[in-house]
Nanobody
Framework: QVQLVESGGGWVQAGDSLRLSCAASGRTFSSYAMAWFRQAPGKERQFVATISWGGGRTYYADSVKGRFTISKNNAKNTVYLQMNSLKPEDTAVYYC????????????WGQGTQVTVSS
């Protein structure tokens, strides 16, 4: 099991930037992919971005391409999501997740961090 704790959310104006962090503990010696999802009240949880264990491969949802960047520092057991040019539609709770046992499914989740973008 990997424990994930997100941080860095807040209330910002449209056009501002935020950097989210996801600190991992527990099964951090294993190699696994990680990702960011987001969910607004009453809406489906949406995929945002994913990154391979080594950081060499990334993939983004079309809605955030060119604005968000996912990265990681394995030495610090931390994954980041740099969010630039934020829009009101980016408002959501952002969750960090991991494919801990390489099953092809996201099996570990953090508690989420709130991001609110005002217009």
């Amino acid at each position: 099991q990997v424990q994930l704790v997100e941080s860095g959310g807040g209330w910002v104006q449209a056009g501002d930037s935020l950097r989210l962090s996801c600190a991992a503990s527990g099964r951090t010696f294993s190699s696994y992919a990680m990702a960011w999802f987001r969910q607004a009240p009453g809406k489906e949880r949406q995929f945002v971005a994913t990154i391979s264990w080594g950081g060499g491969r990334t993939y983004y949802a079309d809605s955030v391409k060119g604005r968000f960047t996912i990265s990681k520092n394995n030495a610090k057991n931390t994954v980041y999501l740099q969010m630039n040019s934020l829009k009101p539609e980016d408002t959501a709770v952002y969750y960090c997740t991991a494919d801990t046992y390489s099953t092809g499914e996201w099996d570990s989740w953090g508690q989420g961090t709130q991001v609110t973008v005002s217009s």
